[in-house]
């Protein structure tokens, strides 16, 4: 069972878009994290949100954490080729020296 | 600055082969350490991970083991490889008693033929 649950699995869009990716649980999360990976590479750290209701942007990005700290959501706006990749938000478990991941959005973003 | 290396970035094995995955950690001191291993276009699954040398914890059981015979120095390895160990491996790494944030290397895709 999947402590965190990502939706859409694929999402397929043209440039200019806007979209909106979730990554939901039945658990409380102290905080979560969105990393984006490109074919071939690893996950890289977007952001971490930590308060609950808490919003961060990261110019076209928009994160939120739930107020009740089970789930967050990614906003992209006026979307580029260049945002096309697996994103996948993660959060900590236990002791906190190890993260859960979702499965991941993978995102197209057509020119 | 803090830099991670994986290698190989590809590796085709027969299927009863050992494996060998090296992974380096440089401009730290005390990482914690991780083993991943991702399906194609999906999750990270939690292989193992580290607090310190020759402290390994295992996620889930199956046919690899992890070393960690320095202190910024990972290696994932198998005696006999088989073909569901096929796979795209990460190494990462993050501040010891941090914020979990993780640093990921670029990966090992390896090939079970």
């Known amino acids: 069972t999947q402590l965190l649950e990502q939706s859409p699995q694929f999402l397929s869009i043209q440039e200019g878009e806007n979209l909106t990716v979730y990554c939901n649980s039945s658990s409380v999360f102290s905080s979560l994290q969105w990393y984006r990976q490109e074919p071939g590479e690893g996950p890289v750290l977007l952001v971490t949100v930590v308060t609950g209701g808490e919003v961060k942007k990261l110019k076209r990005l928009t994160f939120q954490f739930g107020d009740a700290r089970k789930d967050s959501s990614l906003h992209i706006t006026a979307a580029q080729p260049g945002d096309t990749g697996l994103y996948l938000c993660a959060g900590p478990i236990a002791s906190g020296s190890r993260l859960t991941f979702g499965e991941g959005t993978q995102l197209t973003v057509n020119p | 600055s803090q830099t991670i290396h994986q290698w190989p970035a590809t590796l085709v094995q027969p299927v009863g082969s050992p494996l060998s995955l090296e992974c380096t950690v440089e401009g730290t001191s005390n990482p914690n350490l991780y083993w991943y291993r991702q399906a194609a276009g999906r999750g990270l699954q939690l292989l193992f991970y580290s607090v310190g040398i020759g402290q390994i914890s295992s996620e889930v059981p199956q046919n690899l083991s992890a070393s960690r015979p320095q202190d910024r120095q990972f290696i994932l390895s198998s005696k006999k490889l088989l073909l569901s160990d096929s796979g795209f491996y990460l190494c990462?790494?993050?501040?010891?008693?941090?914020?979990?944030?993780?640093?990921f290397g670029s990966g090992t895709q390896l090939s079970v033929l």
């Open positions: 990462a790494w993050s501040v010891r008693g941090g914020n979990e944030k993780l640093f």
